[in-house]
């Protein structure tokens, strides 16, 4: 029996050599590859599917690592939004919700689906502090 040239991806290993062939077949454009461009492309979004979601996954936990691993502070993240460095402190402190506005271009910019940050959180609700007159 002859081996199979692709198999079912086990492994982060497996899925970053299918990665790079798709890549080289795609970039090749011959249209003789289509069948195996195709057969990649599934094999590599059932892996995707399988090991790279994030079930229920906290919008602003979310944001964090997406800032983290973009080298982002939240400064650079006011000027992507075009929102205040105080709005989008009190966004990253729990204390006011992502808008669909915010969703819509933090989607855009991170290249990620509104989904990810479009899930219910805990917003801290700040007591209302009552000052008494003086008198």
Do not use: H
């Amino acid at each position: 029996m002859a081996k199979l040239k692709y198999t079912v991806i086990k492994n982060s290993k497996q899925y970053d050599i299918y990665c790079k062939k798709l890549e080289k077949l795609i970039a090749s454009g011959d249209s003789k590859n289509a069948d195996e461009i195709e057969l990649l492309t599934l094999l590599i979004e059932k892996w995707d599917a399988e090991n790279n979601s994030i079930p229920d996954a906290d919008p602003i936990e979310l944001l964090k690592s997406l800032m983290e691993a973009n080298k982002l502070k939240a400064k650079d993240l006011a000027e992507i939004l075009g929102l205040s460095k105080g709005t989008v402190s009190k966004m990253l402190n729990y204390r006011k919700g992502l808008s669909k506005e915010t969703i819509r271009k933090l989607s855009s910019y991170f290249k990620v689906s509104q989904e990810a940050f479009n899930r219910p959180y805990k917003i801290i609700k700040e007591n209302s502090v009552r000052l008494r007159s003086a008198s």
